[in-house]
């Protein structure tokens, strides 16, 4: 007997039933034996994670949409992939986000890796981690140190105002003023967003690259390197940053303060900071332009009202009502956006029908602010820009509604942040007659869900020409 007859005489046979054997198991586990077996949905979706591949990644960035589907198939709960629900009753989102102190919440750990930011506040798993980072970030978020970014006096422009911020966070790069690097800076970050998608599938890629990311020019690192190459200095230099600021907080362990995590955390800031602020901008200005009877209706406001300081402008009815408008159609973070209950069992009773699920520890819940704020019971025409929604008590209810910055205790911690931006922006953009130049609809509205609202993909931006200053 030689080798040769062993392997193509029993290795082969032995290896095929081996494989049949776990691939079975894996089917029967997944369909009959699994703690989601009975939860409804697509058996694809069920039976192999290929599924959200397919909607995701071939697919540009679908799932989501793919998703809202499959709830007015199988409502309120489906099943997305072998581990994951969506849940797509507006009574359940405290629960999943928000369910009190005594509970707590999980990051879907795959899903986190896919961030490739791991040691950013946003890449924190643990509830505890989590409110740990965030306890170290929260000053320079708070009202108070918004007001002092933006003193009393004459309202800011938006070169002054996306100077400061990028500032702020010690890329010492005024974007504003060479609308070329900005534009490739837009670039980069659309390129870092979209490779998530093919991360949340192939992590041990991801690992890899991070592996060698230090010494292969062509990685996702160097997607972003010219943004954090500022961080590794920080150390030697006076500059005024976050990222300064935690690097010396003593008070801070080490592990918290190492170059990893403060390059993570500034890579995200900044993300999380500029981009999406730069949709939801592009997104109200676009509406602005596009119907002059909300444009009419601010600058009758802003008129009424004359408003020099932040903390005015703040009080506006009708701005803040675009405000919150501008949030719900900008979708927030545009993904699932799953909690883990790592402790406990969590329990949806379907009203319709009065059968009980029982979700174990460990599932991943979620739903999509698609699934919210494009809900046509709470929102009528939800795809129209109507400020008027958010008029007198049916619209203080609505607020509930509001997920643009999610929900609980890992709520965006920029808000105010991008709130003060929104109405000093708002109120500048009213000053100005703009006309659209070849734009539509197609270029700021919700087709792709790549973390944050992507319009068509051949898009350019939103462009418009100056015409005159208003009065
Ligand atoms: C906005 O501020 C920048 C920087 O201070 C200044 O150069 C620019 O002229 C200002 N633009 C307008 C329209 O006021
Ligand atoms: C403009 O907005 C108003 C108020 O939100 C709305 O009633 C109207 O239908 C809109 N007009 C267009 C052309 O979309």
Redesign the pocket.
Known sequence: MTTGFVISGYFLPIVGTLLIAYLLGTIVYRLCLHPLAGVPGPILAALTYWYEFYYDAIQPAQYVFKIQKLHKEFEPVVRTTPAEVSIADLDFIDTIYSPGPSQKRDKDIEKVKALVLDSSIGGAVGHDLHRRRRRALSSFYSPRQVLRVAPDGEVLNLSDLYFGFANDFGFDQNLMAGLPGAHTRRENFNGVLRAVKLNSQFTWVRDLLRYLARSLPLTLSSYITPQTDTVGRVGQENINSIVHELHNDHKLPQSERSPRRLEDEAVLLLVAGTQSTQVALSLVHYHLM?????MA?LRAELESQPSSTLAQLLQLPYLNDVVQETHRLAFGVTGRNARVSPDQPTTYVDKSTARTFTFPPGTSMSTSTLLVHANEEIFPDPF?????RWLGPAGAARKNYQMGFSKGPRMCIGMHLVNAEMVIAIAAMARWNLELFATSYEDVTFLHDYHIITPRLDSKGVRACVKSRAQ
């Open positions: 596009a119907n002059s009877t909300i209706n129209a820009f109507d400020p008027g």
